[in-house]
T-cell receptor
Framework: AQSVTQLDSQVPVFEEAPVELRCNYS??????LFWYVQYPNQGLQLLLK??????LVKGINGFEAEFNKSQTSFHLRKPSVHISDTAEYFC????????????FGRGTQLTVWP | KAGVTQTPRYLIKTRGQQVTLSCSPI?????VSWYQQTPGQGLQFLFE???????NKGNFPGRFSGRQFSNSRSEMNVSTLELGDSALYLC???????????????FGEGSRLTVL
């Protein structure tokens, strides 16, 4: 079975500080990797995705993530956060052969303080 | 291009009742999937439809069912509601299976169900 582990359930940071949200997955097959963000009372919005190619992917709002196959990780980073980045972030994995199904981590609540 | 539309956004039911939630995918998307989100269990996969056929099902009891229509719109139904069914139900659509898969799912804003 697929599993996705987000190592931190809560990450508090000050505004303009860098942040890294960690994600590890277990899979013996090729996967697609995603980071989604959820603001209160809203659905999930895609931040970025890795399907193939360059292991460093850039997304919206200044976020980027690096795919590390040997460590089965896909950590999300941002060099300088804003208060508006306060939200819950979900790492997700999709097996190439699975029709559309995503396996999600439990989420990381990022709180940015002024 | 309109996004994924879910109705209703909020609803309150009592135990034992049944509920139907609706989802309209992005125009041109034929794959629709449903997820349940709760604080305790996180995001859990319910089922997925492609061209009116259920292709994948999560580990939920038979009280949870769904269907997809020829225009790709989807509904899910929960019968004999229990308190534990209180959750945010998210619908997502994608281009998987259409030869132009972009990989990601596009989510609606969800239907928040409260069971009293």
């Amino acid at each position: 079975a697929q599993s996705v582990t987000q190592l931190d359930s809560q990450v508090p940071v000050f505004e303009e500080a860098p942040v890294e949200l960690r994600c590890n997955y277990s899979s013996s097959v090729s996967v697609y990797l995603f980071w989604y963000v959820q603001y209160p009372n809203q659905g999930l919005q895609l931040l970025l995705k890795y399907l193939s190619g360059s292991t460093l992917v850039k997304g919206i709002n200044g976020f980027e993530a690096e795919f590390n196959k040997s460590q089965t990780s896909f950590h999300l980073r941002k060099p300088s956060v804003h208060i508006s980045d306060t939200a819950e972030y979900f790492c997700a994995v999709r097996r190439g052969s699975t029709l559309g199904r995503l396996y999600f981590g439990r989420g990381t609540q990022l709180t940015v303080w002024p | 291009k309109a996004g994924v539309t879910q109705t209703p956004r909020y609803l309150i039911k009592t135990r034992g009742q049944q509920v139907t939630l609706s989802c309209s995918p992005i125009s041109g998307h034929r794959s629709v999937s449903w997820y349940q989100q709760t604080p305790g269990q996180g995001l859990q996969f319910l089922f997925e439809y492609f061209s009116e056929t259920q292709r994948n099902k999560g580990n939920f009891p038979g009280r949870f069912s769904g269907r997809q229509f020829s225009n790709s719109r989807s509904e899910m139904n929960v019968s004999t509601l229990e308190l534990g069914d209180s959750a945010l139900y998210l619908c997502a659509s994608s281009t998987y299976g259409q030869g132009r898969d972009t990989g990601e799912l596009f989510f609606g804003e969800g239907s928040r169900l409260t069971v009293l």
